[in-house]
């Protein structure tokens, strides 16, 4: 997704809630709509505000979770078929995109009343359908589970989930695990300094960002780097990974809630790892998947051929179709 670049990857392999291992925003395709881009804070109360666009008409309105340390332009290859028939939200996360920082830690109960306060104060209609990615995916059956009535469906996009990391490991495998994490965490901190001190630059991007992949062009970089140059943006991820793992998992029944559930098919070997962990972690994903689809007596798993991760920008058809049927469930259901 580096040593210390493979050491993310790896991480992301196990983790699905540690999207930052990519760290190459993707492209602005031609098709996506540019105000995707656009600044549009919204007053939440507290003297905060959050950053939410919203494209389209046409209910139920799609409401986009991102993955940690993502973006709202992750959505952007299925956005513009989405928003043909539908209200489609996206919107930064405290401390991310073009969002101020909170000054509470970032905890799944602290991001979830944010986005309660959020589709308040802008007046979308509710209820909602919520597409979440990787750390996406547990705030969204989190959100439900505190405030049902506001969720008409979910689709769980490779999602994150509580138990993910339970691997069962082998002691030296438990040990590069552990290494990796904190790997992790000295990079968010190193960035965050380097970004403090204004070091973070397009010719110096101190190993926090690219700017010369093919799929990363220097114009893409310097579109994004005023969001690489905020401290808080490193320190955000931070916290959230911090205390992802307070979201216990589900503890309600979904009844017959619509709700879809995708799952990957590329799992990267985890560099110095054994064959039993690379198993393990494919393993335990797929059944967490299935878990959280079984929740729910109308929901249903899906494995996407030849995806990865970021499945929305690898492997965009399925996904829409995922979502499309989704909505189609949503609209023929009787109005409560």
């Known amino acids: 997704m580096r040593l210390l670049r493979l050491c993310l990857l790896a991480l992301a392999s196990l983790s699905p809630s540690l999207s930052i291992a990519r760290e190459t925003p993707p492209i602005m395709t031609a098709g996506a709509s540019p105000q995707m881009l656009e600044r549009r804070l919204i007053d939440i109360g507290g003297g905060r505000s959050l950053n939410m666009v919203c494209i389209g008409s046409g209910a139920p309105t799609l409401v986009f979770e991102q993955a940690l340390g993502g973006a709202i332009l992750d959505w952007q290859h299925i956005q513009p078929e989405l928003s043909k028939t539908n209200r489609t939200c996206f919107y930064d996360r405290a401390g991310y995109g073009q969002s101020p920082a909170s000054d509470q830690p970032r905890t799944p109960r602290n991001v979830t009343d944010d986005l309660h306060a959020l589709l308040r104060a802008s007046g979308e209609r509710l ?36 138990g993910q990391d339970d691997l069962k490991l082998s002691a030296p495998d438990q040990a590069l ?9 000295a990079k968010w901190s190193n960035c965050a300094a380097k970004a403090r001190g204004h070091e973070l630059t397009l010719e110096a991007p101190q190993g926090c960002f690219a700017a010369n ?7 893409e970089a310097a579109r994004m780097l005023p969001v690489y140059q905020r401290p808080e943006r490193w320190e955000t991820i931070a916290s959230e990974y911090a205390h992802i793992d307070e979201d ?58 030849n995806s990865s991760h970021y499945m929305q920008a690898n492997q965009p058809e399925p996904v829409l179709a995922a979502i499309k049927d989704l909505v189609a469930e949503v609209r023929a259901r009787p109005s409560p």
Request: proline share 9%; aromatic share 12%.
């Open 213 to 219: 992949l093919p799929y990363y062009t220097r114009d």
């Open 127 to 162: 209820p909602v359908v919520l597409i979440g990615h990787s750390i996406g995916g547990r705030y969204v059956p989190y959100y439900y589970e505190r405030f049902p009535a506001d969720v008409a469906g979910m689709v769980l996009v490779d999602p994150g989930f509580s």
């Open 248 to 305: 216990k998992g589900p503890r309600k029944a979904w009844g017959d809630l619509p709700l879809v559930v995708l799952t990957r098919t590329d799992f990267p070997p985890t560099l110095g790892a054994s064959d039993a962990f690379n198993q393990s972690v494919e393993a335990v994903l797929k059944r967490g998947h299935a878990a959280l689809a079984a929740r729910s007596s109308r929901g249903r798993n899906i494995t996407v051929p």
């Open 177 to 185: 695990f552990d290494g990796l994490r904190i790997k992790v965490y």
